[in-house]
């Protein structure tokens, strides 16, 4: 699923490079031809016929929106989840942030640095070959409940928060848990902003898929069942 996520959004990019060009081309006022007898090229200019007043423009809508306004856009997501883990076992995964580069999509690096007043920062390198970037969170935690990341610097967005909540499962399972994620974030680049209108859900949910999948390899080689609801909201 990542390789194909990272295909969609390569093709994105090529998409919306090719679609600047022929923006380009269609504003020329001058047309190129080749003279082939000595190989060089030529330029003959072309008279434009004035703008005719019943004309009207015809709506177009394409893959990246070139006209969309030049503002960045935060989007929020979250999502809810039954698991057959422990609050305690789902809390583990969550806060270990050193671990990260093991099994989270699309994340190269990551390492955590503690200060004296027992603040954590997280340091992420994130993204593919030749897309990659970094970025430093502040990490809070409250121990078996809640891991919250907000970042403080980086080139890649204008905000990004993460939160993490795990509680008790249902009654008489004592190996279980309710876990509620949530992410809100705005790009700095206009480009990855309309880029995540497109793939925002699907990234984000590959994500936490592979907190769950890591708890299974920690935890467990059976196969458990899960319940999971999510809402997107823009």
């Known amino acids: 699923m990542a390789k194909k996520a990272t295909s969609l959004f390569l093709r994105a990019l090529e998409m919306s490079e090719r679609q600047s060009c022929d923006v380009m081309r269609s504003n020329s006022n001058c047309t190129i031809r080749h003279l082939s007898s000595c190989g060089i090229l030529a330029t003959r200019r072309v008279s434009l016929p004035p703008p005719s007043a019943s004309s009207q423009m015809v709506p177009t809508r394409s893959f ?33 942030v050193d671990q990260y580069q093991q099994f989270v999509p699309w994340c190269k690096r990551s390492k955590v640095t503690k200060g004296r007043n027992g603040d954590m920062r997280a340091q992420l390198e994130i993204g593919f070959s030749p897309f990659v970037e970094r970025y430093t969170s502040e990490v809070t935690v409250i121990p078996n409940h809640q891991v919250r990341a907000v970042c403080t610097d980086g080139t890649l967005f204008n905000h990004l928060e993460t939160l993490w909540r795990f509680t008790p499962g249902a009654a008489g399972q004592a190996e279980s848990c309710n876990v509620e994620f949530f992410v809100s974030f705005e790009f700095k680049s ?10 925002f859900d699907e990234v984000v949910k590959q994500m936490v898929n592979a907190f769950e999948t890591r708890a299974t390899k920690l935890y467990t080689t059976g196969v458990h069942r899960q319940k999971t609801s999510f809402r997107r909201a823009t």
């Open 64 to 96: 990246i929106n070139l006209s969309a306004p030049l503002i960045a856009r935060r989007m929020e997501y979250s999502e809810s989840r039954s698991i057959a883990y422990s609050p305690e076992q789902m809390y583990n995964i969550v806060a270990n």
């Open 190 to 199: 206009l480009l990855h902003s309309q880029l995540a209108t497109v793939f």
